[in-house]
């Protein structure tokens, strides 16, 4: 169930053609506007619940600034910053020669590489993304972000898949996970 009691529609899709090490399940929801057209009231709608989630959640710290993943995680982030009115950063998988960059892996991806960029010394941080399954990207992540000298603050994300161990992977790194649904 979503924030409020509200639902929000997401579920498994089987993916074809994946190769070896690849998830073979595609969470689709309802930002990513596979199953549908997305309307701007939506994505307005869907960031002010993820938001509220996160500023009821018990481990709630303010952050400075959200951290959003390539791709899916792009319009959740966007969407919670413009609920929160905090900037963003994206992480991504494009390799460049640019100062401050960090790399960290997205295990059960075709490309595994993922890049953040900027000095976020200091900075007290919130990931947001779409959906955890394992929380293996998500660990990754977190050290990734604790080495640059950042403050984790919490991972907001849309949906939770229960069948990964998302929860347990996160717990011996002491990061809250805050999330609207549960599949």
Same mark, same amino acid.
């Given at each position: 169930?979503?924030?409020?009691?509200?639902?929000?529609?997401?579920?498994?899709?089987?993916?074809?053609?994946?190769?070896?090490?690849?998830?073979?399940?595609?969470?689709?929801?309802?930002?990513?506007?596979?199953?549908?057209?997305?309307?701007?009231?939506?994505?307005?709608?869907?960031?002010?619940?993820?938001?509220?989630?996160?500023?009821?959640?018990?481990?709630?710290?303010?952050?400075?600034?959200?951290?959003?993943?390539?791709?899916?995680?792009?319009?959740?982030?966007?969407?919670?910053?413009?609920?929160?009115?905090?900037?963003?950063?994206?992480?991504?998988?494009?390799?460049?020669?640019?100062?401050?960059?960090?790399?960290?892996?997205?295990?059960?991806?075709?490309?595994?590489?993922?890049?953040?960029?900027?000095?976020? @010394?200091?900075?007290?941080?919130?990931?947001?993304?779409? #959906?955890? !399954? *394992? =929380? %293996?990207?998500?660990?990754? $992540?977190?050290?990734?972000?604790?080495?640059?000298? @950042?403050?984790?603050?919490?991972?907001?994300?849309?949906? #939770?898949? !229960? *069948? =990964? %161990?998302?929860?347990?992977? $996160?717990?011996?790194?002491?990061?809250?996970?805050?999330?609207?649904?549960?599949?």
């Amino acid at each position: 169930m979503a924030a409020d009691g509200a639902a929000y529609g997401a579920c498994r899709v089987r993916r074809l053609g994946v190769g070896p090490g690849a998830r073979e399940v595609r969470i689709v929801h309802e930002l990513d506007g596979i199953l549908g057209e997305v309307h701007p009231a939506a994505l307005l709608r869907t960031g002010h619940a993820l938001w509220q989630a996160w500023c009821r959640h018990p481990a709630f710290t303010m952050p400075d600034l959200l951290l959003g993943l390539d791709a899916g995680g792009i319009l959740p982030t966007v969407a919670v910053a413009l609920a929160s009115e905090l900037p963003y950063r994206l992480a991504w998988k494009l390799d460049l020669d640019l100062p401050d960059k960090h790399q960290f892996s997205e295990p059960h991806a075709r490309r595994t590489e993922v890049f953040t960029y900027g000095d976020l @010394a200091g900075a007290r941080v919130l990931v947001v993304d779409d #959906e955890i !399954t *394992t =929380g %293996g990207t998500l660990t990754n $992540l977190v050290g990734v972000l604790r080495k640059a000298d @950042a403050e984790v603050t919490g991972i907001a994300c849309l949906i #939770e898949d !229960t *069948t =990964g %161990g998302a929860r347990r992977a $996160l717990q011996p790194l002491g990061v809250a996970l805050c999330t609207l649904t549960h599949l």
